[in-house]
Structure formats: C-alpha cells, structure tokens
C-alpha cells in the first residue's frame, strides 16, 4: 500500500515539477500552461497538507509516516526531473527550448522539491524519538550542499522508518494484551532514580518505561529524593516516601532503584526502619560494591579541585530544587571501601526478595558522553563495566540479570532505563521492564 501511494505521488510530483517543459514538449496553447501549472501546484500542496491516508495506532506514527513519504517523494521526484531536465536541455536546447525556459524548468524542480523536503522534515522532527541532536545538527549546517544533502535526506528516512516499524510494532504489542494487564502487580511500584539527577515532571529519569508500565496496568510512583546527597541522608528521604506510598497503596511497595539508588534503598530498608513497607527490591546496574575508579580518581585529585567542583555543583542544584545537595558526600559513598562498610551494615531483610540488574558495553563509542569517556577508565580499574559500574559491583540478591544484547554496541548505564530514549538494536527498553514487573506478578509482589 504505501508502495504505490509512494508512486502515486512521485507521479504528481513530477507533474508538478515538469509542468513547463511538458506544455512546450506537447506543444499546448499558453492557456494549458496556466490550467496544467495550477491543477499540478494544487496537487502537491494537497499532498503536502495530508500526505496519509488510513488508520494509524497513534497521531505521532501518523505524522512520522508522512513526513517519511513526503522526503522520499521529494528523493524520487528530484532525481527523476534532474535526469529528465538534462536529457531536454541536451536533446532538445536551443531548438525547441530556450535558456530562459530551462531556468525556469529548473526553479520549478527546484521549488517542488523543497516545499516536499519542508513538509517532510518538519512533520519528522516535530515527531521523531530517534532522529537525535547529531542528525538534526548535521543537516541544520549542511542542507544547502548539494549531494551531501540528500545523504542526509536519505539518512533521516532510514531512522524515521526503522522507528516507525519498531513503534507500530510496540503499538500492535500492547493493543494485543490491553485487556490482560500484564503488569499489575499486587503492591504499587516505587522508582528510584540514581545520583546527580532528579525527579521531574518536565524530564522523567526513566524515559518511556513508566508510561509502557502504566500502559499495562501497572501503579507507578517515584523515590523523589535529592539528587545528590550521602546514603544515609538520601536513605532518610527515601524512607518516608516508601512509608507514604505504601500505606496509601496496599500497604507495601516493588522497589526498582538504578545506581546510587539502589544503595539508598537498600539503607532504607536495613537501617531505617522501611522493610515491613517493602515487598521486593530490584537494583538496576547499582555499585553494590563500589568503584575502585572513582576511590583512586578521589585520592589524586586535589582537596581544593574536589570543593570547586561541589560548590559549584552544590549551587547549581539549589536552584533546582534540592535543599542541601551534598556533591562530595554522594561521591565518598560509591567508593569500594564505603560501600564495603554500607554492605556490613545493610543486610538483606528476610521476607522481602532481593534481585539485581547488570550491563556492559563493549567500547567506549557505544555510550553517551560522558560515559564514552569514563569507560575505559572504569575498565582499567574495575573491569567490564556500563560506562560507570563495574558487572561484578552490580550483583545482588537472589538472582542477577546480565543484559548483554547481540553486537557490538552493549547496554550503558544510561541506556538501561532509558535515558537517551533510544531504540537500540538487539534490545527494548520497555520490554525489558514489562517483563521484569511481569515476573514479580506472577510471584505474587
């Protein structure tokens, strides 16, 4: 179907572009060139203005489909009218055509094409997930060089498309199992985000998975707690908040804690008093046992660096929204030694089922700065790693999970909950997370 309506189009695009060379091939009155012009002008605009047809799962597929077709008219157009304008202007120039009507051939093909290309790129930017900064900003600097344009144009529908498949595909997923909710679980779910990041209605920590989660009927709610700060005193917050959730939502929570928050759960639970509010505890790629990397890069950086830095951490988070951000005291805590004193004092808690999550990526272009940079550092100090915890730190539990997805790329620290809100080859995100929640339904968490 979309085949032939791409045809379709590329058929009226063509006619829209050739309109005066084909009125003077053919030898039609001037009034033909008028009548021919605007019936093929209205026809593009028309398509331009509402480039699909159909039923789609969602207004987003919708607009990322059209924008897709409306670039890959243009593509195809573009290249036909380029070959059929030289083939004119060699074959039939100066008998039958003159400059001035070549000129004119040409900011028609030209004007066509762009107003395609501006349709389509606009509906795909204003809609597209996985379109990314470094392609938006690549053709913001190069769309005027001719070639290297249209790579790029080509490029944009390849992502646009691969997204559209994979997100259509999401979409027939969860309308098949709408009615059999797969992730409600018996307690409530409480997601805890790690250090140097908050809780926010305008940015979630988690990207997609809370909305594919309450998709599936699941109850979810979030830690909330400052964005840097020491275990204990983070712990401290977190604490009343799972008391809070849990009275009000059945009387016990499904923690999931990524990173540093995995650890403030955990003190929240053995040391303050928050395990009878507790059902499960999943961790998501926490330094259970410290990172050698960040004690060694701690003992040889100057006292005086360590403060700047934390001041001016400190300050720019106040006015975010945190009360006493604690930048060093955060830091201190994810070292091995204090994690080993953190794990003599934090004992798992019977009654309440202790799991755990790990990745690694395979080299160091595979994770988003900064973590392409701490990589090979952490991997020097600490062995395979996500771009920030070793594998052999984030194990815990009863059982610990590895994410290791086929090629080359692997799953970063930042990749596993979704962060960059990428669709990675090899491994989904949301399913992964569906799954996991599904598992402690079926356990009866």
């Not at 573009?78 to 039939?92: D, N």
Request: aromatic content about 8%.
């Amino acid at each position: 179907m979309k085949t032939l309506r791409l045809i379709g189009y590329t058929i009226a695009a063509l006619l829209a572009e050739n309109c005066p060379l084909l009125v003077r091939l053919l030898g039609l009155p001037p009034i033909s060139v008028v009548t021919v012009s605007v019936g093929a002008a209205g026809l593009l605009l028309l398509i331009c203005v509402r480039p699909t047809v159909g039923r789609y799962p969602s207004r987003r597929l919708r607009e990322l489909d059209g924008g897709m077709t409306l670039v890959e008219t243009g593509l195809a157009s573009e290249t036909i009218s380029a070959g059929l304008a030289v083939w004119a202007g060699a074959a039939l120039m100066p008998e039958r055509l003159s400059a001035g009507a070549m000129m004119l051939h040409a900011a028609v093909i030209l004007v066509c094409a762009c107003l395609l290309y501006l349709a389509g790129l606009l509906r795909i930017f204003g809609v597209s997930v996985q379109m990314g900064l470094r392609k938006r900003l690549k053709l913001l600097f190069f769309w005027w060089v001719p070639g290297i344009n249209l790579l790029l144009f080509a490029g944009i529908c390849r992502t646009a498309g691969e997204e559209f498949r994979v997100e259509s595909a999401k979409c027939e997923l969860d309308e098949a199992r709408a009615g059999s909710a797969v992730c409600r679980t018996q307690y409530p779910l409480l997601l805890v985000h790690g250090v140097f990041f908050r809780d926010s209605r305008f940015f979630n920590y988690w990207g997609r998975i809370p909305a594919e989660l309450i998709r599936n009927g699941a109850s979810v709610f979030y830690g909330e707690q400052q964005s840097a700060a020491s275990v204990a005193d983070s712990a401290k917050e977190l604490a009343e908040r799972i008391k809070t959730v849990a009275v009000q939502n059945g009387g016990k929570v499904n923690v999931i804690a990524h990173s540093k928050g995995g650890l403030d759960a955990r003190w929240a639970i053995s040391c303050l008093g928050a395990a009878p509010y507790v059902a499960s505890l999943t961790t998501i790629n926490t330094p259970h046992r410290g990172c050698l990397f960040a004690e060694t890069l701690l003992k040889k950086t100057s006292r005086k660096f360590q403060q700047e830095l934390a001041d001016a951490y400190n300050s720019a988070l106040q006015k975010l929204g945190d009360t006493s951000p604690d930048f060093l005291a955060a830091v201190n805590d994810l070292t091995q030694s204090a994690c080993a004193r953190l794990n003599e004092r934090a004992t798992d808690q019977p009654d309440i089922l202790y799991e755990s999550v790990g990745s690694k990526v395979r080299r160091a272009r595979s994770g988003q700065f900064p973590l392409n940079v701490s990589y090979p550092l952490v991997r020097h100090y600490d062995g395979e790693n996500d771009g920030l915890v070793a594998v052999e730190a984030a194990k815990w539990g009863a059982s610990f999970t590895l994410l290791t997805p086929k090629g080359r790329r692997g799953i970063s620290h930042g990749d596993v909950i979704d962060l960059n809100r990428e669709n990675i080859p090899g491994f989904d995100v949301r399913e992964f997370y569906v799954g996991l929640v599904h598992r402690l339904k079926e356990r009866g968490y």
